[in-house]
């Protein structure tokens, strides 16, 4: 019978302070997340070579050159229209460069290789991203379907689907929300909601579009909290954000993105170690 007493909900802790790595699926006997043993000995978990993207004939990203290894914090930062989301949902698979190249853990993602249902359901399973508009995330009935509609897609059995989304409803303190439709709930609840949603597919990065959008303080140390824990869990975290504080407490290094367009000015990216 599972109900909740699986191997890591312990009572007696706090959602704020339950430790992210308890969610990894390993812990849980769920070895089929683990087939991939991450990224080769030393090289990047991320690859970016003089990649280029262009929305119609308006260039946007120019000529990036970019490593990330696995358990890297990194944030990007830059002027409204720079393409910090550009760039992040060329990582997620969402949009292909049209010139230069993006690979991940060794393989190329582009459309041709996002054609291949398993490539993309790998992609989609190891980057989650958590959207700048929620809105934009959330399509459910319900928030507990919400958190469910990862791990179903990705041929996780029911059983084990009700138990992550019991364990992450639990951990991002929204079970009082479950039954709720995503649609109205509020800006910081929805945020939540699709945290959640990522967390339940255990991805290896998280991609986080400015997450700390309309969030009130309480939340946003909940966040906060909840970011140190991703990150000493070993997980990737790549960050889009206009907050100062946010970017020195989390980051590894910085990625400053220049907002002139065009493909032959000066490097768009400037790297800050
Ligand atoms: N779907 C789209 N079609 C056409 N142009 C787009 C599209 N999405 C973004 N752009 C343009 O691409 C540029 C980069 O946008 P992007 O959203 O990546 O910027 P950003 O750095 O995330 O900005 P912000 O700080 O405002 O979130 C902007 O000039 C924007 O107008
Ligand atoms: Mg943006």
């Not at 302070?17 to 978990?45: C, F, I, M, N, Y």
Request: charged letters at 25%; hydrophobic letters at 35%; one cysteine or more.
């Amino acid at each position: 019978m599972h109900t909740h007493g699986h191997s890591h909900a312990n009572a007696d802790e706090t959602a704020c302070t339950q430790s992210a790595e308890t969610l990894d699926p390993a812990h849980v006997g769920h070895q089929h997340l683990r087939e991939h043993h991450g990224a080769e000995e030393g090289r990047p978990l991320l690859e970016f070579e003089d990649l280029c993207y262009a929305y119609d004939e308006r260039p946007v990203l120019r000529h990036i050159d970019m490593h990330i290894h696995a358990g890297d914090s990194v944030v990007l930062m830059g002027d409204n229209g720079s393409g910090k989301s550009t760039l992040l949902k060329v990582i997620s698979g969402l949009i292909f460069a049209q010139k230069g190249s993006y690979v991940f853990d060794g393989q190329t993602v582009d459309e041709k290789a996002m054609k291949v249902s398993t490539f993309a359901k790998n992609l989609h399973q190891r980057i989650g991203f958590i959207f700048q508009d929620s809105d934009a995330q959330l399509f459910c009935a319900s928030v507990e379907d919400e958190v469910a509609f990862g791990p179903l897609q990705m041929g996780v059995s029911e059983q084990e689907v009700a138990q992550r989304v019991d364990d992450v409803c639990t951990l991002v303190g929204i079970e009082d929300l479950r039954k709720r439709a995503p649609y109205n709930l509020s800006g910081g609840e929805k945020k939540k909601v699709a945290i959640a949603c990522i967390l339940s597919m255990n991805p290896d990065v998280y991609c986080f579009d400015e997450p700390l959008n309309g969030l009130d303080q309480k939340t946003r140390a909940w966040l906060l909290g909840f970011l140190h824990e991703l990150k000493a869990a070993g997980k990737t975290l790549i960050i889009a954000t206009h907050d100062q504080s946010l970017a020195d407490e989390v980051a590894d290094y910085f990625v400053f993105m220049g907002s002139e367009h065009g493909y032959t000015d000066k490097p768009h990216i400037h790297i800050n170690r």
